[in-house]
């Protein structure tokens, strides 16, 4: 049982490139999420999922798409890098994410992105 | 708007003493409140969470918070903190809408 991975661990970009933050999680979770930490501003929400083939926005979606096709992937892409969007970016997931006594959000170990 | 404020960015105390961090959210309705800890480099890991059945919520590694509807607080306590202690803290809130709010943060540091 690996949890939640992320891949890559580190991404340099130039502004402009597009490119996609992978995430996968092997707990059967429904609902999962991603986030980008920046220094003093904690964890903001981007875009989360509640299931396969649902997607919505979170705090900060602009210049950002997510899919989820499978149960197990839930993948981040950058369409056109910009230097705004360096930051750690993690990926979690949770049975059904509304937080009860049953829930708990589960974090991958994060992708740590620079755009130049 | 829903918030989520860690009163402290930096707090320190010495090896074996108490360790106090404090979180005020501003949801109208009962809120599902969580305390993560991140080590250096690390993903978040949940120290504890209030979903309304107890007030005092007892976590991992010695952790404890308790939620106090008539001070919009759930602040984070440890009797006696350890140098392992030393990493950033998250307090966070569920919304309504499956979205969670987390606090800016509060970075504890250990003095031997």
């Known amino acids: 049982n690996a949890g939640v991975t992320q891949t890559p661990k580190f991404q340099v970009l130039k502004t402009g490139q597009s490119m996609t933050l992978q995430c996968a999680q092997d707990m059967n979770h429904e609902y999962m999420s991603w986030y980008r930490q920046d220094p003093g501003m904690g964890l903001r929400l981007i875009h989360y999922s509640v299931g396969a083939g649902i997607t919505d926005q979170g705090e900060v979606p602009n210049g950002y798409n997510v899919s989820r096709s499978t149960t197990e992937d839930f993948p981040l892409r950058l369409l056109s890098a910009a230097p705004s969007q360096t930051s750690v970016y993690f990926c979690?997931?949770?049975?059904?994410?509304?937080?009860?006594?049953?829930?708990?959000?589960?974090f991958g170990p994060g992708t740590r992105l620079t755009v130049l | 708007a829903q918030s989520v404020t860690q009163l402290d960015s930096h707090v320190s105390v010495s090896e074996g003493t108490p360790v106090l961090l404090r979180c005020n959210y501003s949801s109208s309705y009962s809120p599902s409140l969580f305390w993560y800890v991140q080590h250096p480099n690390k993903g978040l890991q949940l120290l504890l969470k209030?979903?309304?059945?107890?007030?005092l919520v007892k976590g991992i590694n010695g952790f404890e918070a308790e939620f106090k509807k008539s001070e919009t607080s759930f602040h984070l306590t440890k009797p006696s903190a350890h140098m392992s202690d030393a990493a950033e803290y998250f307090c966070?809130?569920?919304?309504?809408?499956?979205?969670?709010?987390f606090g800016s943060g509060t970075r504890l540091s250990i003095r031997p």
């Open positions: 966070a809130d569920y919304s309504s809408a499956s979205k969670i709010i």
């Open positions: 209030y979903t309304s059945a107890a007030t």
């Open positions: 979690a997931s949770s049975t059904d994410g509304t937080g009860g006594l049953a829930d708990t959000q589960y």
